[in-house]
């Protein structure tokens, strides 16, 4: 069965520090990997995916995450910190088993300080 | 490209009755569509699969009778909360998926149901 595991239901930072967002997944073969964004009250909006490609995705707003095979690991950071970052990140890995399903970690709030 | 809308984005309904949620692909034509729940301050649960033409796959603990999902066309999906209860009260979501990228999920803004 798959995974997502998301380290740290809550992560701090100071306005123009480094994001650092953990998630590791558990898959018996090769996934595809996502990495969303989700503002309250709203949907989720996609930052950036993994798909077999480059194992470095860059995504939109500054974000970017690396793929690692050897660790199961697809951290999502970000440079610098901006106040508009501040929201709940998902990680998700989607597998076609007889069907497309997708399994979601359980989130991370971001908090960004002035 | 790649919208998804939902309608409506909040209702409230009194137990006992129906509620029905509708999920549009506006600009590309989905052959899978996804609803998932989300309970406050959690994750998003997959509550069932739906394909355009034919039954809808529900997960392990979903009651089918009780949320009703349609498929009729390659952009329409609906789901319908039957005999409403204030435990159905959750933020439903749902995203579609294009057939031949059909691993690429596009999110509806959401629905806040609140059952009185």
């Known amino acids: 069965a798959q995974s997502v595991t998301q380290l740290g239901s809550h992560v701090s930072v100071s306005e123009g520090a480094l994001v650092l967002l953990r998630c590791n997944y558990s898959s018996s073969v090769p996934p595809y990997l996502f990495w969303y964004v989700q503002y309250p009250n709203q949907g989720l909006q996609l930052l950036l995916k993994?798909?077999?490609?480059?194992?470095l995705v860059k995504g939109i707003n500054g974000f970017e995450a690396e793929f690692k095979k050897s660790e199961t690991s697809f951290h999502l950071t970000k440079p610098s910190a901006h106040m508009s970052d501040a929201a709940e990140y998902f990680c998700a890995v989607t597998r076609n088993t007889g069907g497309f399903k997708t399994i979601f970690g359980a989130g991370t709030r971001l908090f960004v300080k002035a | 490209g790649a919208v998804v809308s939902q309608h409506p984005s909040w209702v409230i309904c009194k137990s006992g009755t129906s509620v029905k949620i509708e999920c549009r692909s506006l600009?590309?034509?989905?052959?899978?569509m996804f609803w998932y729940r989300q309970f406050p301050k959690q994750s998003l649960m997959l509550m069932a699969t739906s394909n355009e033409g034919s039954k809808a796959t529900y997960e392990q603990g979903v009651e089918k009778d009780k949320f009703l999902i349609n498929h009729a066309s390659l952009t329409l999906s609906t789901l319908t909360v039957t005999s409403a209860h204030p435990e159905d009260s959750s933020f439903y979501i749902c995203?579609?998926?294009?057939?031949?990228?059909?691993?690429?999920?596009?999110f509806g803004p959401g629905t806040r149901l609140t059952v009185t």
């Open positions: 993994y798909t077999s490609a480059a194992t």
């Open positions: 600009d590309f034509q989905a052959t899978t």
């Open positions: 995203s579609a998926g294009r057939f031949e990228r059909v691993y690429e999920q596009y």
